[in-house]
């Protein structure tokens, strides 16, 4: 069963990448993206790894539970960074993934920002993106989590089956930290 949500977790990066991959297409200049560049200038000097977002101790205090290392991974084509906490009980379901799109680290031929891949996320998803106040600057939940604008960064919460109550808990209490942890790291 385990397996069903790792399945969940690669289908969302992928089609995060398929997202980015046609928005490539586009001119640099198109859309509400304009500004987002603008916004992570202070921010564009260091990188920020997800892990610095949501720690490991964070996580585990989020899902209840302890939770293996960081398992990272990027998704270079889109400026994506990914951290992936697994439950240490093989038999539990829970995980918590976060990702976060950085306009430093998207590759200039792409033509994408932040705020482009949240818009096309938005519009392909429709009326099934539902916004959530008071998480960040926009966020809306998706089949596959939390979309959350902050800060001209694109941040990507996902804890498994977003039709399970205790899963959206999950996705507030982690969206919430995580924006708090990335505001705390742009002042410094």
Do not use: H
Not at 74 to 87: H, K, R
Not at 98 to 111: D, L, S
Request: glycine residues 10%; hydrophobic residues 40%.
């Amino acid at each position: 069963m385990k397996s069903k949500y790792i399945r969940t977790f690669l289908i969302w990066v992928w089609a995060t990448a398929l997202l980015v991959g046609c928005q490539s297409a586009q001119p640099a200049g198109n859309g509400s993206a304009g500004g987002a560049a603008g916004a992570q200038s202070a921010g564009a000097a260091r990188l920020i790894p997800p892990q610095e977002l949501i720690s490991k101790a964070e996580a585990e205090s989020i899902l209840g539970e302890s939770v293996l290392d960081c398992t990272p991974s990027e998704n270079t084509a889109v400026g994506q960074s990914l951290c992936f906490y697994d439950s240490q009980d093989e038999t539990s379901f829970r995980f918590l993934q976060i990702a976060i799109t950085q306009q430093a680290a998207i590759p200039a031929e792409n033509g994408a920002t932040p705020q482009s891949i949240y818009d096309m996320t938005k519009e392909t998803f429709g009326p099934d993106a539902l916004p959530i106040d008071g998480v960040g600057d926009e966020a809306m939940l998706v089949s596959g989590g939390y979309y959350v604008m902050s800060n001209g960064y694109l941040l990507q919460i996902s804890a498994g089956n977003t039709d399970d109550e205790t899963v959206l808990s999950i996705l507030d209490q982690a969206s919430r930290l995580a924006v708090a942890n990335l505001k705390s790291l742009l002042d410094q």
